[in-house]
């Protein structure tokens, strides 16, 4: 799996990060990046949710900043760096992605971001 990354302003496609983890159940929602001190560089935990709504990410207990996309509909909603343990974001969304900090420079509202499967 990877995330892509497709500006809306036809620049070239970039990938995100190619090692994924998906946190589908809803301790691994709650946990999140909790606890870690650090993120490989081409590291993404991405929240899939069924159905747009408010999701919003805290930083109690997350010891390193963060880049998050809010993704609805595979568009961009808003991006934003959180910082260590104060950092909070809300937005409307179908998926969350969390990245390393400093990944997701250049990417905006409207752009596209897609988990791509292997085969894909």
């Not at 301790?27 to 490989?40: C, E, M, N, Q, T």
């Not at 993704?71 to 991006?79: C, E, Y």
């Not at 969390?98 to 420079?105: I, R, S």
């Amino acid at each position: 799996m990877r995330v892509v990354h497709e500006p809306a302003d036809g620049d070239e496609t970039r990938t995100l990060a190619t090692d994924i983890q998906m946190a589908e159940g809803v301790l691994a929602k709650v946990r999140g990046l909790r606890f870690r001190r650090s993120l490989p560089d081409d590291y993404a935990l991405v929240f899939p949710f069924g159905h747009a709504g408010r999701r919003d990410i805290d930083m109690l207990f997350v010891r390193t900043s963060i880049d998050v996309l809010w993704i609805s509909d595979n568009r961009v909603q808003q991006v934003k760096t959180l910082r260590p343990w104060i950092g909070f974001g809300l937005a409307r969304a179908d998926c969350v992605i969390e990245l390393p900090p400093g990944v997701a420079d250049g990417v905006e509202a409207g752009d596209r971001v897609l988990v791509e499967s292997e085969d894909s």
